[in-house]
């Protein structure tokens, strides 16, 4: 069993609609959660990061950490087509596991 | 440009050769991160570096696999005897130590071709 989990997709939405990524994790001593975004033959980048349980807002985008469940997700209001990229879910407790990330398509 | 930079973006090379990629953190990170990525995962952890000190290595860094942090500044990650199963994006980030490693800034990556 991998540490993180996420499903890889893809997701194809709609302009306007409400995107939610999710992962799963195993390893209880991750404390800092993380989503970065990921263009085509690009570093990630980061776009948000959770200490411990929460939510946590951010213009469109809004991280949601739910440690009893192992479960954190992102949410993005509004999607664009310049939302369309591939979102990796990270976590850490010294230093940061990756999900296999999403590759999320909004379409005009 | 103040973000971490890496060199070369790409780089083809024939199997068992010796390659070696440079990556120059920001400036004040005391933390630097060495990942690989291939097409469709997320990239998967290496090895870092507090300073100079390299402080913990992947199972995935086989001894072909050698990274170092001279002076604590800049890193350079060497695989030598090249194999296929090598080609991968390789990426490298920096962080600052206060505040755990939530910040992890990214490099554009250098790409590996192993032919």
């Known amino acids: 069993q991998k540490e993180v989990e996420q499903d890889p997709g893809p997701l194809s939405v709609p302009e306007g609609a409400i995107v939610s990524l999710n992962c799963t994790y195993s390893?209880?001593?991750?404390?800092?959660f993380m989503w970065y975004r990921q263009y085509s033959r690009k570093g990630p980048e980061l776009l948000m990061y959770t200490y411990s349980s929460g939510n946590k807002e951010d213009g469109r985008f809004t991280a949601q950490v739910d440690k009893s469940s192992k479960y954190i997700s992102l949410f993005i209001r509004d999607s664009q087509p310049s939302d369309s990229a591939t979102y990796l879910c990270?976590?850490?407790?010294?230093?940061?596991?990756f999900g296999a990330g999403t590759r999320l398509t909004v379409k005009p | 440009d103040t973000g971490v930079s890496q060199n070369p973006r790409h780089k083809i090379t024939k199997r068992g050769q010796n390659v070696t990629f440079r990556c120059d953190p920001i400036?004040?990170?005391?933390?630097l991160y060495w990942y690989r990525q291939t097409l469709g995962q997320g990239p998967e952890f290496l090895t870092y570096f507090q300073n100079e000190a390299q402080l913990e290595k992947s199972r995935l860094l086989s001894d072909r696999f050698s990274a170092e942090r001279p002076k604590g500044s800049f890193s350079t990650l060497e695989i030598q005897r090249t194999e296929q199963g090598d080609s991968a994006m390789y990426l490298c980030?920096?962080?600052?130590?206060?505040?755990?490693?939530?910040?992890?800034?990214f490099g554009q990556g250098t790409r590996l071709t192993v032919v």
């Open positions: 980030a920096s962080s600052r130590l206060l505040g755990g490693n939530t910040e992890a800034f």
């Open positions: 390893n209880s001593a991750f404390q800092y």
């Open positions: 990270a976590m850490s407790a010294r230093v940061q596991r």
């Open positions: 400036s004040e990170h005391n933390r």
